[in-house]
């Protein structure tokens, strides 16, 4: 799959006060792991454990919805207010450390929580990464 | 309209560490909020004026995503991380007091932004008091 | 709670082809319904007999996640297609009978589950009287 | 960007009733036209002749919501029911078949609506095909 993040960051009429590469690498980040955690939750919805995935399948969710709603405010990068910004990324680097610990503590057991925990992990690094270049 | 959100605390099986009543305010404030922005980005949309309102058009659609997410995660109230609510509420703190000053300083000229800076400030101080419940 | 989405779409400044109180009851639904499933999803992952609701608990997370963008397509309602909001009332619909159903076969043993069978009802209700609307 | 899509669906422990590569498929375009049209929305927000763009942002908007509601949808495969599947599918042709109509007719113009209302016919086709393998 290729995304048109970078398309369309290069075809926008308006000036981007932030590094573009680190922007998009961000926003594909966000979304892909929102993707995986949705699909993570079902997954683990699926398994005779379910009893024992619960704190998992709660902590996929949130991530989910964080990431996606973080990458759409991303997406706005005109309309670019740094302290939104800042703190939605707060949240993301803060809810994918939770949901990349608790899944990679089932990766040995589980492989589509190992497959979670690295998008998770990749997410996490992404938007320290885009934090750092903001400032 | 009448939501459910506190019959579902209500009957909820686990324990919540939170003051019930706060939380339900606070999710109550955020799902209105979502939909009064939802609903004032398009109201902006049809003024013969929206060359001057795409600053509160994206403030209106950043203020909405991030409300909704929001609403979702603290209804998952048992899986409770403390850090991941308060990194969001503190994102909605941020985007409820921006959008209500974009909106609020178009009050006197349309109605449909008087109403909506209304929600975000009564949001804005629902997120404000939930936080300081939790700590 | 009061939803401002009335005051919404008497405020909106373009045409609206579309009878306002049903609109406005049918929004208001779904954003009640969605906000329920995500809380009930919540409420049966804490139950002891999870292992027995996982079909509940993907109905809801699927409920939620329809209804939400139902309400946010309806809240454009200037730009409206009519044959968008139908094919997704339709899907509403659908999937809260679907909800609706399988919450109310648990309704006597989970309280949360009674109370979310009646907010998918209602919203089911309330598409189909807007679907009607809309002819 | 590499999407775990298809990894998550080889490693799901349930049975999965369709075809995973047309899953796949579908999943991965519908994510990727959902952030194409968000960012779209806001470069038209940001184009001079905004005024006359208004019908191009809302259905944007739509398309997003839509796309994004259905990607979660069908993600959580195993829970498969194929009457709300193909509901959302339907959704999602109507609103891309729109959407990149409305970009299209401007893809002389804004660079940014050629590359969305490409993502959208993407999709529409993707989800016309998976329609087609539920049967």
Redesign the interface.
């Known amino acids: ?5 970078m ?3 290069e ?4 000036e981007i006060n932030v590094d573009r590469g680190k922007l998009a690498v961000a ?2 980040a966000l ?2 792991c ?3 955690c ?6 683990c ?4 454990s ?2 024992d995935l ?2 998992c ?3 996929n ?2 991530c ?3 990431c ?2 973080t ?3 991303l ?5 670019y ?1 740094a ?2 910004s800042r ?2 990324l ?2 993301c680097v ?2 994918c450390g ?1 949901c990349g610990d608790e899944c990679g503590s089932h990766a040995a057991m ?3 929580c190992r ?2 925990a ?2 998770c992990r990749n997410c996490e690094q992404a938007c320290r990464d885009l934090l750092a270049a903001i400032g």
């Open positions: 799959m290729t995304t048109t993040t398309s369309m960051l075809t926008h009429p308006a926003i594909d979304i892909a929102a993707e995986t949705t699909s993570c939750a079902d997954a919805l699926s398994e005779k379910v009893a619960t704190k399948i709660r902590a969710m949130d989910a919805d964080v996606e709603a990458a759409r405010v997406s706005r990068h005109t309309g207010d302290n939104i703190a939605l707060a949240a803060t809810v939770s589980h492989e589509h497959v979670c690295e998008a």
